[in-house]
């Protein structure tokens, strides 16, 4: 059974860094594509960086150069290292598990930037 748990988020201004973590059990990164969803209030739920089994990653145009994912495959965790951050990057962010047609979810975390 697939569980993801989020944390780290929080309240922080604007140029600010902060750092999401996703306590993953039920995943093989050797198997299952993990990444980190953003949903800004009112939106839908988009896709803004994800790291393949083989350790590649991809970010969305909206965070490239300021986003870096991560895992600890040791420690069964996925990190979202946001730095730079801007009024826009305000809201929930989920982490994820994808293995073939099935996505796995986790709670969500809300970030607010704000000064």
């Known amino acids: 059974q697939v569980q993801l748990v989020e944390s780290g988020g929080g309240l922080v201004q604007p140029g600010g860094s902060l750092r999401l973590s996703c306590a993953a059990s039920?995943?093989?990164?050797?198997?299952?594509?993990m990444g980190w969803s953003h949903q800004a209030p009112g939106d839908q739920r988009e896709s803004v960086a994800i790291i393949t089994p083989v350790g590649s990653t991809t970010y969305s145009n909206s965070v490239k150069g300021r986003f870096a994912i991560s895992r600890d495959t040791d420690k069964n965790m996925v990190y979202l290292q946001m730095n730079s951050l801007k009024p826009e990057d305000t809201g929930v962010y989920y982490c994820?598990?994808?293995?073939?047609?099935?996505?796995?979810w986790g709670q969500g975390i809300q970030v607010t930037v704000a000064s």
């Open positions: 039920g995943v093989n990164f050797r198997l299952d594509i």
């Open positions: 994820a598990a994808r293995r073939g047609a099935r996505t796995y």
